[in-house]
């Protein structure tokens, strides 16, 4: 095992954030994605992140440089079998999150940590499926992770608290403060955000009022840095709506139900910033 190497799987927003300050904080790391473009797109966004923290004289230039160094890049998942943790950072599917803890659960070392960044899926179902159930736990980051100062840990049933210590260490050496939660839908942070989010969706929808005055009113009326609407943009569309999903399904309780204009939004393909067009036009 090579103990400074962290694995990181999927190259999206999150993947590519983690990825930067595992790097920037030292750590040799294997990004792994099936989709070579993908991972492009990520070599281009840390640049351009590093770019503008080092800009801000955040990072000296040498360790913008060392950081980039330490970043390798593979399309095999096979490539993470020697990491000390895999952290998980693929698209909100319980079905392929299922099947990437089995496959990786086969190949680690035997204390190798596994960690999900998972934005609501229970861990101890993603725990479930692998060999060594009580060496998963979730590690869930802030997008944007380079500026984010939160990692929300949760213990699946299964978690061990050797895990979980380790966990929570490696995120306070990612430069992170620490929040402990349960495995319950949408664990902290979720459970109270993506609700907000939502209600600001059904305020929209019923013509309360403009989305820029509800983004407005909340970043103003409650210091949000950015408003509901904008930030569910941000965020992802398609995210936002799998975490309501989770939230809905998992405690029965309508007050989750997702706001039918979001799930127009996702099926017509308007994901927010990331495909050009959400509730702004990007
Ligand atoms: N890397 C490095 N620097 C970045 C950056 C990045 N990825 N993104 C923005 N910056 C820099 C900008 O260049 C800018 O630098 P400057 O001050 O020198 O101009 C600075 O950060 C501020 O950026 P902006 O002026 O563009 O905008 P803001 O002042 O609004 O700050 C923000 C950006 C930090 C993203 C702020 O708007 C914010 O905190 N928004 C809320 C984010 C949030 O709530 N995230 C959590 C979402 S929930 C989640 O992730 C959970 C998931 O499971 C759904």
């Not at 970043?71 to 095999?76: C, G």
């Not at 204390?111 to 934005?119: E, P, Q, V, Y």
């Not at 929570?168 to 993506?194: M, S, T, W, Y």
Request: with cysteine; aromatic share 6%; proline share 4%.
């Amino acid at each position: 095992m090579h103990d400074k190497t962290i694995g990181v799987v999927g190259a999206g927003q999150m993947g590519a954030g983690i990825a930067q300050v595992s790097a920037t904080r030292g750590f040799e790391v294997l990004l792994y994605d099936v989709d070579e473009e993908a991972l492009n797109r990520a070599l281009d966004r840390i640049k351009g992140s590093l770019e503008k923290l080092s800009g801000k004289g955040t990072l000296s230039e040498e360790e913008k440089r060392d950081a980039l160094g330490r970043i390798r890049t593979a399309t095999s998942l096979k490539s993470c079998k020697d990491a000390f943790c895999v952290i998980e950072a693929a698209p909100e599917n319980a079905a392929l999150k299922k099947e990437i803890f089995h496959q990786l659960g086969e190949m680690v070392h035997a204390d190798a940590i596994l960690a999900s960044n998972t934005s609501s899926i229970s861990i101890t179902l993603l725990a479930s499926v692998t060999a060594h159930p009580e060496r998963v736990a979730g590690m869930h980051f802030m997008n944007p992770v380079p500026l984010m100062k939160l990692v929300e840990g949760i213990r699946g049933l299964q978690t061990s608290e050797e895990t979980f210590l380790k966990v929570k260490a490696l995120a306070q050496h990612l430069g992170k403060e620490f929040i402990e939660a349960k495995d319950a839908p949408g664990f902290v942070v979720n459970r109270i955000l993506a609700p907000m989010i939502n209600e600001a969706i059904y305020a929209y929808s019923e013509g309360l009022a403009t989305a820029e005055d509800i983004d407005k009113g909340m970043m103003l009326g409650t210091n949000q840095p950015m408003g509901p609407l904008t930030l569910a943009d941000y965020v992802g569309l398609d995210v936002i709506l799998a975490v309501l999903e989770v939230l809905h399904e998992g405690f029965g309780d309508p007050k989750y139900r997702p706001a039918p204009l979001l799930r127009q939004y996702v099926t017509a393909g308007w994901l927010g910033r990331k495909s050009g067009r959400g509730f702004y036009q990007y």
